[in-house]
């Protein structure tokens, strides 16, 4: 056994992620549990915007639809294909169109390093 782990979609769970309006989910894939340094997942952004400041280093790749990140004045409109990084410590909104992003983050434990639980 190698360890390999392998998500099917269909088998994954999606939890409402702080959208005031439309809606925001996310699976949480990998985490502490199984990693020692990244985390991973799956999120959905429509019609919804999301404030957020990263406490952690993101990156994000667009599966689905159109995804839209605000930082500051600055606005960076992703498609398919696209990839955004984020730094730690960046106040954001994640925004979105009937869009899927894969998002990896790091550390993984970055919740106990902030206190949060």
């Not at 400041?53 to 498609?79: C, H, N, P, Q, S």
Request: proline share 4%; with cysteine; aromatic share 12%.
């Amino acid at each position: 056994m190698t360890g390999v782990k392998h998500f099917k979609r269909s088998e994954m769970k999606f939890d409402d992620f702080g959208a005031k309006t439309g809606t925001g989910s996310i699976a949480r894939i990998i985490g502490p549990d199984l990693s020692k340094t990244l985390g991973a997942g799956l999120a959905q952004f429509d019609g919804c915007s999301i404030e957020w400041t990263v406490l952690y280093d993101e990156m994000i790749v667009v599966l689905e639809g159109t995804f839209r990140l605000r930082v500051g004045k600055d606005v960076y409109d992703a498609t398919p294909g696209d990839m955004i990084w984020i730094p730690e410590n960046t106040p954001l909104r994640y925004e979105g169109e009937k869009s899927t992003v894969c998002y990896a983050v790091f550390p993984v434990d970055w919740r106990q390093r902030h206190g949060i639980k």
